[in-house]
């Protein structure tokens, strides 16, 4: 057994020794018991003793009976040696055992510490995968706890946003609905505005007329015009200034500029109603430019631009002045084909310009050079008629005295008609032309294209009179050439006229002479 010690046959002199001093002690006893230890017998005691005492016989026989004691001690001593020794081997051996029991335990206990030690690899494993797995259940805790908040966060921010998104959601609802308010008002104001506005435009247009470049009838017609406009004034401005597409209010204060001169404003405002797409305000452009007429310098081939715009923009008085700059070559080459196709477009559209020229180029090849007329036809009474009819319609009275002596005499292709002839005469007898009230009474008094009726005649010979533009003696017509005399019937009803009215003095006798002349021009001078 390791650690435990041994003692070999030859040491028993060395434990003997040691034994001895612990029993006898220091000094010569210490000696005695070395000698005697030391394995020389009795037989070497006395001498030994006696050498050592140095005494006699009597030291000798105490020394003896010493030795004999000390050899008893010694026997005593070498039993309780050998008690000891086998107390000792006994020990040893105890130890022997416990030192193999011990290392046997030790061997287990190192069994057990590896056995320990494993199975602490095992728990610490154990623990460690434990440990992990509740680390990994702490972060996945952990981790959900963080997902949760995170969730919870998201939530939040979700109801946030919810909340944001319904406040602003509120709040735009609410500023849409105040724009969609703000924005029916405004329509509706703007409704109302546009309403009164359009209004505005049909009064101007009702009070003034269509927007027209055509030059007026008559004098009468161009006053009646000015009037209008200035009637209509105020509704064309508002018109003008509400709706700027109003073209034909644009036009009208154009018009109404240019009567009073301001010529600048007045482009300004054809302009605006040229691009609102009025034909006429074109055609009245091209006359500034056509007549340089200030502020605006002569330019003629800007003009036929814009005369040939609105032509196609469906204009008569464009059509009828580019086909008299076609006539003329101005501007534009000389062209009677041309020009006979543009006076026909503006006559169709009701110009009664267009219509009387044309009209006129029909009865006698007007603006047609000779040598073109054949092939255009001319002349043509028979095609004048209707435009000479459509524009005495229109007003222009010479047209309908031209259709009266058309159908008085006649003309190649057209008979001489009465009928028409009295019509056309009281068409301009109707229209207050005192030589027409004349004539329509002698025609009355000779049954001329009518039903003769003296009292009737009478009555109309008194009307032309009142007016003032005819004179007694020259107011009838004429037969074949010769004034006819007076109808007997109707003079005598004329002079009962006048002596009605306090004018004739003499006999009703139905000759008109000199008191029944006088009578008359007294008439026509009230």
């Known amino acids: 057994m390791a650690g435990t010690r041994r003692y070999r046959p030859g040491q028993l002199y060395d434990l003997s020794r040691e034994f001895a001093v612990f029993r006898i002690g220091f000094g010569r006893s210490f000696l005695i018991a070395t000698v005697l230890g030391s394995g020389l017998g009795s037989g070497l005691a006395g001498p030994v003793l006696a050498q050592v005492t140095g005494g006699g016989a009597d030291d000798a026989g105490q020394a003896a009976t010493l030795v004999e004691g000390l050899l008893a001690e010694e026997a005593e001593a070498r039993a309780a040696a050998r008690a000891a020794w086998d107390a000792s081997e006994t020990a040893d051996a105890a130890r022997d055992a416990a030192a193999a029991e011990l290392e046997r335990r030790e061997a287990e206990a190192r069994a057990a510490r590896q056995a320990a030690q494993e199975a602490i690899a095992v728990l610490s494993e154990a623990i460690g995968q434990r440990q992990a797995a509740e680390a990994r259940i702490e972060d996945a805790a952990e981790a959900a706890a963080a997902e949760e908040l ?72 161009q ?21 700027p597409e109003a073209g034909g209010a644009l036009f009208h204060l154009g018009t109404i500029a240019q009567a009073t001169g301001e010529h600048r404003q007045a482009v300004r405002f054809y302009e605006r109603a040229a691009e609102a797409g009025v034909g006429a305000a074109l055609t009245r452009l091209g006359d500034y430019h056509n007549f340089g007429i200030r502020p605006v310098r002569e330019d003629v081939a800007r003009a036929v631009e814009f005369y040939e ?20 070559g101005r501007g ?22 267009a219509q009387y020229r044309l009209a006129q180029t029909y009865l006698t090849g007007e603006g047609v050079p000779d040598d073109a007329q054949a092939a255009l036809g001319l002349p043509d009474p028979v095609s004048a008629i209707p435009h000479l009819a459509g524009a005495a319609r229109a007003g222009n009275d010479e047209a309908a005295r031209d259709l009266a002596r058309l159908y008085a005499t006649g003309a190649p292709g057209l008979n001489p008609n009465p009928a028409r002839r009295f019509r056309w005469t009281e068409f301009l007898a109707d229209k207050g032309d005192a030589p027409a009230m004349a004539l329509r009474a002698f025609f009355i008094e000779q049954g001329i294209g009518t039903e003769r009726d003296p009292e009737r005649a009478a009555a109309e010979y008194v009307r032309a009179l009142e007016t003032g533009g005819v004179d007694p003696e020259s107011m009838r017509g004429t037969v074949n050439g010769v004034v006819p005399p007076w109808d007997t019937e109707t003079a005598l009803a004329f002079q009962r006229i006048l ?23 007294a008439l026509s001078q009230q």
């Open 150 to 221: 995170e969730a919870e966060a998201r939530q939040q921010a979700a109801r946030q946003a919810e909340a944001e998104a319904a406040r602003l959601a509120e709040e735009e609802a609410a500023r849409i609905a105040a724009e969609e308010e703000a924005a029916r008002q405004a329509a509706e104001a703007e409704a109302a505005r546009r309403t009164m506005a359009e209004a505005a435009l049909e009064r101007c247009i009702a009070v003034a007329g269509a927007p027209s470049a055509e030059e007026p009838i008559s004098e009468a017609a």
């Open 223 to 243: 006053r009646a015009l000015f009037r209008a406009l200035a009637e209509a004034r105020g509704d064309c401005v508002e018109a003008a200034r509400d709706l």
């Open 309 to 328: 715009e609105a032509v196609a923009a469906g204009d008569p008085a464009a059509a009828a002045t580019l086909a008299m700059m076609h006539r003329l």
């Open 332 to 353: 534009v080459p000389r062209d009677p084909d041309r020009m006979m196709a543009l006076m026909q477009q503006g006559a169709e559209a009701g110009y009664h310009f």
């Open 499 to 521: 002596q009605e009215r306090g004018l004739y003095l003499g006999a009703l006798d139905a000759q008109v002479g000199p008191g029944t002349l006088g009578a008359a021009r």
